[in-house]
């Protein structure tokens, strides 16, 4: 490991990252929007991983996770991040509208608004993965209130990052995120609406096992062809989980259906196209045209010309 920070964090978030199989690659000061100190992390399943198969972590510098109330979820965060790094590319995600996105260059922990809000912002970039290198991307805004953050354990990457990325996703679902060559920061509200106090956990997507079977077509489809040229894809990920309102065990079980189907090659957690998948292409690519569409405004062609009473 190559570091210029030795800290009590180093030491303590080392030892987390063994226990989920990671190795830590670097450790170095870093500094956050506001200029505060912080702890920044690259960490790989192996020291010689190529830098897409790589886990950027950036901490407050002061954060201590080692705390009955915070390091089961840091310990669940990496093992999470552990599996999600086997895949071809850990930074892709589908939405269930049928949007391949990247998510990264977050610069994480969040920062107060700016604006004088009561919020709290983390800024981060979505690229669409169409296998086409497109240019078309958004850079996000991704605003917490301060009502919701009493609900997070702590405002650090590890306790947010899974709820941002799927607010996100949503946001896209609903059409209220455009992609573009270039553009201004776009915002993706984060509120209390997306937590179930009686519950107590997180609801972005309310589905059925129609729509969770299309999901991990779409998946399968985009992360391991498009992306992967054909390599496996946990196909049971947590985070896909909450977007979808229901468990990684349920994914797994409609995993295996599909694999039943001809339609999936299932190892485990992980999971590949197969040729009768394959074969439904333009129906995959046909819906992420859509979802595109449903991003872009919208006018009221009277008003375009200039007939209007406003």
Partial sequence: MSTNLETALTAT??????????AILSAEAGTDFNNHPTAKFKLAL??????????????????????????PEMTSHLREAAKRLRNPRPDAYVT?????????????PFHGST??????????????????????HVKIAASMTVTFA?????????????????????????????LLKSGNRQPVPVTTRYYSRWQKKFIFTDTDDASRLEFLELKAYWLSHVMGNDQPVWIADPR??????TTAEELKLIAVDLSKRGLLTLTDDYASPTSALL????????????????TKPTFNEEMRAGHTNM
């Fill in 279 to 294: 074969a439904r292409a333009e129906e995959y690519n046909a819906k992420m045209h859509a979802a595109l569409d449903i």
């Fill in 46 to 71: 192996s020291p010689d991983a190529p830098p897409a198969k790589t886990l950027q972590l950036e901490l407050s510098d002061a954060f201590d996770f080692h705390k009955p109330e915070l390091l």
């Fill in 115 to 136: 604006s004088g809000a009561d919020t709290y912002i983390v800024h981060g970039v979505a690229h669409l993965e169409d296998g086409t290198n497109s240019p078309l």
């Fill in 240 to 245: 896909d989980a909450q977007y979808l309102n």
């Fill in 150 to 178: 009493e609900i997070v354990p702590a405002a650090e990457q590890p306790y947010a990052e899974t709820f941002i990325y799927n607010a996100i996703r949503k946001t896209f679902d609903q059409g209220q995120l455009e």
């Fill in 96 to 108: 269930v509208a049928g949007l391949p996105v990247s998510l990264n260059q977050f610069a994480w």
């Fill in 13 to 22: 978030l080392g030892k987390a990252a063994r226990e989920a199989g990671l």
